[in-house]
Nanobody, 122 residues
């Protein structure tokens, strides 16, 4: 089993920044792909960013490129999602995800965090 605990969400004005953290614990983690999804009511969860534990393989959705960055701290077994130049459309619940099969789709995810709310006001 793997436990994922998110933190760092909140309410910011458009143009502001937040840093989300996902602390992972449990079984051996290095074989897991890690990612951040987001979801708004009535829509499916969408992948925002992904990373492996060595940090040398990353993915950013088109909506995140140029504004968000994903990183990993192996010593803390924590992944981070830095959200910059936030827009009202970024308002969503952000979920940390982990999987042995990759995190390209929500259906592939084996473990989910509880989610953290990000709200961006205009």
């Amino acid at each position: 089993q793997v436990q994922l605990v998110e933190s760092g969400g909140g309410l910011v004005q458009a143009g502001g920044s937040l840093r989300l953290a996902c602390a992972a614990s449990g079984r051996a983690l290095r074989t897991l792909a890690m990612g951040w999804f987001r979801q708004v009511p009535g829509k499916e969860r969408e992948l925002v960013a992904a990373i492996n534990w060595s940090g040398d393989n990353t993915y950013l959705a088109d909506s995140a490129k140029g504004r968000f960055t994903i990183s990993v701290d192996n010593a803390k077994t924590t992944i981070y999602l830095n959200l910059n130049n936030l827009k009202p459309d970024d308002t969503a619940v952000y979920y940390c995800a982990a999987s042995d099969r990759g995190v390209g789709l929500p259906s592939l995810v084996d473990y989910w965090g509880q989610g953290t709310q990000v709200s961006v006001s205009s």
